[in-house]
């Protein structure tokens, strides 16, 4: 299982690293209903990424990973293959589409909204920004089926599973740690996180993109071929 897990953690790291869900976090520490859609903003990211993963394991379980002589069939590979190939060309288009030196960074609409969310919106949006989002989608759909080719136990799934999730929830959950531990610092901390990712989104996310689209198509080849 060490093994297995050990190599889920790059994915994880890699939804982790998601700049709009941490901006978002963010925006929704810095107004009066912080901790109730704080909270709730974590649950659903927490649930959105469990239960993704989950349905993926249970379907890929069900098609059937391995062959007869136990080895992962070889269409779990041709899937990694896709999915690299899709995480790869989201790469190109988010790099290409970087704003330059002086350009105005243009945020998704829905953080304008942060203001008036309800514990019960901030979860919906969480489960879409983990679990709907390509990107994250992508690299859970790609870590399940990692997880169902080491042919482990039930219980060794569910344990693999918690610990992806919770390293993939690292990053939307240190924004409400630095709001809850460190009291009126917070605002100047957070304010700081907002505006550097705010500024480098589009950078962070295609280089994250490529390198674990990179990833998945080395996998796919190093088992096809």
Not at 138 to 159: H, K, N, R, W, Y
């Amino acid at each position: 299982m060490g093994e297995a897990i050990g190599g889920l953690l790059p994915v994880a790291v890699g939804v982790a690293i998601s700049p709009f869900p941490i901006i978002g976090m963010v925006l929704m520490l810095l107004t009066p209903k912080a901790k109730p859609n704080g909270f709730s903003f974590l649950l659903g990211w927490v649930g959105g990424i469990a239960v993704a993963g989950t349905l993926v394991i249970l379907v890929v379980n069900a098609i059937g990973a391995s062959g007869d002589d136990h080895a992962p069939a070889t269409w779990t590979y041709w899937l990694k293959l896709v999915l690299g190939v899709a995480l790869l060309l989201l790469g190109v288009r988010r790099w290409q589409g970087r704003p330059h030196a002086g350009e105005e960074v243009a945020l998704p609409k829905w953080m304008a909204a942060l203001a008036d969310f309800t514990p019960v919106r901030s979860v919906g949006l969480a489960v879409l920004l983990s679990a709907v989002n390509p990107k994250n989608l992508i690299l859970v759909i790609g870590g399940a089926t990692t997880l169902v080719q080491a042919e482990l136990s039930t219980g060794q799934d569910v344990v693999a599973w918690a610990v992806f999730t919770v390293i993939a929830t690292i990053g939307v959950a240190a924004p409400l740690g630095i709001y809850l531990f460190l009291g009126d610092r917070a605002v100047t901390v957070l304010d700081g996180l907002n505006a550097w990712m705010s500024t480098n989104n589009a950078a962070i996310m295609a280089v994250l993109i490529l390198v674990f689209g990179t990833k998945l198509v080395g996998e796919a080849i190093a088992g096809i071929f």
